[in-house]
């Protein structure tokens, strides 16, 4: 990449940020390519030649920020050093930070309303989340954290229960007193059901 190359580049950063900042507390439809221009400090040209409309500008924006935190998540659970206990704490509670950036309605209306934005989700979930997550499965079956009668289908419904209530639990913990503690006991809770562990 040659000095232009960075340049451009760095701009184009600087203008996605620029809209993901807006993006949180502002609803899409009501975005200005004025708002951008000011928050990013370029001209409204720079904004159309490198992304051509407003629409275009925020999917490439939040198809940035998705795949940034698919890699981050994938850096994780692909860390040998971490056990299935850990990465399941890492799934459920990066997702909680997730949502300090955008609720889930807000998820929705970026994301499943917009063909192109739900194609890329689709996409980047079956040919990368999944394989991803059928290896945490396995990691957690060699460490018998899994009962081995358990399809891997079950596991992640089971997951997915505590994963979709993500934005319930951002609330929860808020009053639980200690974040620490919270997360410590829903792990128990992950694991072992109500009973906790024996």
Known sequence: MNGFERRTAKIKQRIKQATLELLMDM???TLRIADVVARAN???VTI???????????????????????????????????SFQDKVAFIIFNKKTTLHQF?????????????????????????????LT?????????????????PSSLIMFYLNLFMEKAEALTDYAKNYGDEDAF???????FFYGVAGKS
């Open 103 to 131: 609720s889930i309605s807000k998820l929705d209306t970026l994301i499943w309303q917009d063909d192109e934005m739900k194609n890329f989700v689709e996409e980047i979930y079956h040919n990368q989340a999944l394989p």
């Open 134 to 150: 059928l290896e945490l499965i396995e990691q957690g079956r060699k460490e018998g954290a899994i009962h081995h009668n358990f």
């Open 42 to 44: 370029v001209s409204q």
């Open 27 to 29: 609803d899409p439809r």
């Open 183 to 189: 997360i410590e006991d829903m792990m128990q809770l």
């Open 48 to 82: 159309y030649n490198h992304f051509g409309s407003k629409e275009k500008l925020i999917r490439e924006s939040v198809q940035s920020w998705y795949i940034e935190i698919l890699e981050a998540t994938r850096a994780y659970l692909q860390d040998d050093t971490k």
